[in-house]
């Protein structure tokens, strides 16, 4: 997490928490003249909601506009994590613990930087990830990006079994 996105973490996380909401990414996708402020929001136990979206994205503008934490002009886009979902923090990739993923690393580990497989777990600020029979440990520092794969269309929706 870059140090703006840090900053912008502290300052909106307390208002998307308080519409019983969690802050699960901040991108900040740059243009030359024009930026683009993405915050990606989530609820733990149900689908994100559109209306959930345009509440969020009143309350933080409101914030943005007092605080102007950003001195290019931008856009403000709120959305979903989706289906496939990023995966930013040791949380997430704890909260997703028995999913398949795939991971992105910075530096080639045995050759390769991409791997997939099962997230085992989150010890020792790594990521295990079981690829078969091997199980892997990334430190968190090492990975770029992780993402969910959905293989099976019943785990939409947050449940490992459908339910």
Not at 38 to 65: F, G, K
Not at 81 to 101: D, N, S, V
Not at 147 to 154: A, C, F, K, N, P
Request: hydrophobic share 35%; aromatic share 6%.
């Amino acid at each position: 997490m870059t140090p703006k996105q840090q900053q912008l973490t502290e300052l909106l996380g307390p208002s998307v928490a308080a519409l019983d909401l969690e802050l699960w990414a901040i991108e900040i996708i740059g243009r030359a003249n024009r930026s683009t402020l993405r915050l990606v929001i989530d609820h733990p136990d149900r689908p994100v909601t559109v209306d959930d979206c345009e509440a969020v994205s009143r309350q933080v503008s409101r914030i943005l506009d007092v605080e102007d934490p950003l001195p290019e002009r931008y856009t403000l886009e709120v959305s979903s994590p989706g289906i496939e979902r990023a995966l930013y923090k040791l949380e997430h990739f704890e909260r997703f613990m028995g999913y398949q993923a795939k991971l992105k690393l910075k530096v080639p580990f045995e050759g390769r930087k991409n791997y997939s497989g099962v997230i085992a777990g989150v010890e020792n600020q790594a990521v295990l990830l079981q690829q078969g029979d091997t199980e892997y440990e990334f430190p968190a520092e090492h990975i770029e990006r992780g993402q969910l794969v959905v293989t099976d269309v019943t785990q939409v929706g947050g449940s490992k079994d459908g339910k």
